[in-house]
């Protein structure tokens, strides 16, 4: 895996050896920043943009919104055998200051309430696709009123995911591609 466009174009990206992290496959990370350039659906830009990236992973999402001139990443993710890889990641890439990570689980930060300090133009939820508490988190994102009035929120799910959006999140977009489905929306 690589980073797809942006100053960091071709750095390569590195995996974690197990297979409990799902990398976002570049076929679909290139789709979606196509969505997101070239939609007239919705008028978010990267360039200079706060971006949340949920169950990090290995960065690939956040790592190629920071070579394409994203402001700000916030990484969120608590799996400590990926933490690592994730932090290698960044170091590769030398984000002057760019990005932070909180080393959280994603479900306890929105239990607890915490709130951040910016309000973010894109965020991208990547959960397990065994996971089912997606409407918690869209909820929890509404209720806080963390991403701004034209911001979207990316979801990346199993194409034969059978969870019921919740009605919070205005789907404008949702696509598959091979094992994955795609939900844009706000």
Do not use: W
């Amino acid at each position: 895996m690589r980073i797809i466009a942006g100053n960091f174009k071709g750095k390569k990206i590195h995996l974690p050896a197990d297979k409990k992290t799902r990398p976002l496959r570049d076929l679909v990370k290139e789709s979606i920043f196509n969505l997101i350039e070239h939609s007239n659906k919705f008028n978010v830009k990267i360039d200079n943009a706060n971006i949340l990236d949920l169950f990090s992973g290995s960065g690939s999402f956040g790592l190629e919104c920071i070579s394409r001139g994203a402001n700000k990443v916030t990484f969120v993710e608590n799996y400590k055998s990926i933490l690592n890889i994730l932090k290698r990641n960044i170091d590769s890439i030398s984000a002057d200051g760019n990005y932070e990570i909180i080393e959280e689980d994603c479900f306890k930060i929105f239990e607890n309430e915490i709130f951040f300090k910016v309000k973010f133009d894109i965020i991208f939820i990547d959960p397990p696709y065994k996971e089912k508490k997606i409407n918690f988190l869209l909820n929890k994102i509404n209720k806080n009123n963390i991403l701004k009035k034209d911001g979207i929120i990316v979801l990346h799910r199993h194409k034969k995911d059978n969870v019921e959006i919740s009605d919070t999140l205005n789907v404008f977009d949702q696509r598959s591609y091979g094992i994955s489905k795609i939900i844009i929306g706000n």
